[in-house]
Structures are given as C-alpha cells and as structure tokens.
C-alpha cells in the first residue's frame, strides 16, 4: 500500500512538473545601457514588431526594468507605502507567466497563446511580448503600472526595443485568462519587442 501511494505521490509530481515550464531568468544586467538623458529623449511608442522574440537576457533586463528588487527588498519603481501592490504577467506564444521579482523567476500559469485577447490592432497578433500589469489596490496599482512601464519604455530605448502601453478591451477574459485572483484586476498592458527588420 505503501508502494502505492509513493508511485502515485511520484506520479503527481512528474504531471504537475511537466505541466509548468517556469523560466529562471539570467541575472539581470546591472550596468551600462545609454545615458538617462539620451533614452528619457528617445523614448517613444513603436506599433510595429519582428516576430523574433527577445532572449532570455533581454526578458530578464525587460522585467528587472520593469518590477525587479534592485535595494533592501524594494523595487525599481516607488510603491506606497511600500506595500507593492503590482504584479507583471508575461504573454509569451507559449503560454502566460507570472515575474517573481524574489527569484527573478517566470512561473507558468498557462500553456494558451493568448495574444488574441489583445490583438484588436494587428500588430498585436504577433508581438512576441506582452507584460500585463496587474493589482488589487484601485487607487495605487495603476501608479505603479505606470512607473513600470515608464521604466520599460526608457530600457526599451537603450536596447533598440519597440514598445507600446496598451488599454486592452477585454480585460475581463484576460483577467481569466492569467487566472487572477478574486480580487486583483487587469491596469493595462505592454506590447514589447524588437522593430521590424527592413
Ligand atoms: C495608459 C495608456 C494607454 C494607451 N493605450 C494605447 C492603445 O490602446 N493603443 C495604442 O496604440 N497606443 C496606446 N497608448 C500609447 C499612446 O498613444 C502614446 O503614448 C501617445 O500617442 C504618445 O506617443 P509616444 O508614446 O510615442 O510619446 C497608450 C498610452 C498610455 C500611457
């Protein structure tokens, strides 16, 4: 009996390992990028994208950027009160991710490509990274996004990046589709990858 439930135990796990393909992402690249002035100058919204999708390191930086712990367990964006009431999801055509900004982590949370939820402009249907900033304080969370993308937008000037925020209209099915808790809410979103190569 005992075999049994080791087997099944065993079984378990394998099924739920196999299901989650998390991403441990390389550390983040702490120096260098072009001066502030130049990319606070440069910094703009691009609507077109490469499907090539961005490596690992350029993931890492792009969510370092975006929510990393970079001071005392505290963010490279300001939070109130230091509650830190944002999470970044990640859309990936091969599914939606969690950032965990402790292990510098990505936690699979689905195996759906669902880049058509956000795709009611074209150019959305083959961004190879869509971040979705999420939060269950209606009154700070959006501050936050918002710090956040403003620091992906200015990494996304020093990497010759495009990137656009976008107010997605089905909030309500992505909400579903990252599989939100009761009480968090979908801000807006990120369209992120390299120009289109001419
Ligand atoms: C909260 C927010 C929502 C936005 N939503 C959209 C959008 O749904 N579609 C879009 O193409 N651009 C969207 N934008 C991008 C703006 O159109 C863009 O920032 C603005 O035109 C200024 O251009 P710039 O970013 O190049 O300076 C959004 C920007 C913000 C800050």
Redesign the pocket.
């Known amino acids: 009996m005992k075999t049994f439930y080791i087997v099944l135990l065993g079984g378990l796990l394998m099924a739920t390992t196999s299901f989650a393909e998390n991403i441990k992402l390389p550390n983040p690249t702490l120096h260098g990028g072009k001066p502030l002035m130049d990319v606070i100058r440069e910094r703009?919204?691009g609507?077109a994208f490469d499907t090539r999708v961005p490596d690992d390191q350029v993931l890492s930086d792009i969510l370092f950027a975006a929510y990393g712990l970079s001071h005392d367990g505290k963010h490279t964006i300001p939070t109130s009160m230091n509650r830190q009431n944002l999470n970044v999801y990640v859309v990936l055509s091969k599914g939606v991710f969690l950032y965990r900004p402790a292990d510098h982590d990505l936690v699979q949370v689905s195996r759906s490509d669902v880049r058509s939820l956000f795709a009611n402009?074209e150019y959305m249907k083959t961004v190879p990274v869509i971040l979705v900033y999420t939060g269950s304080d209606s009154e700070n969370s959006p501050l936050h996004a918002g710090s956040s993308y403003q620091n992906v937008g200015l990494y996304a000037a020093s990497a010759g990046l495009n990137n656009?925020?976008?107010?997605p209209r089905e909030k309500e099915k992505i909400a579903q589709a990252l599989d939100l808790p009761a009480e968090e809410f979908v801000i807006?979103s990120q369209a992120v990858g390299y120009p289109p190569r001419d």
């Open positions: 703009q919204s609507r402009q656009v925020v976008r107010m807006v």
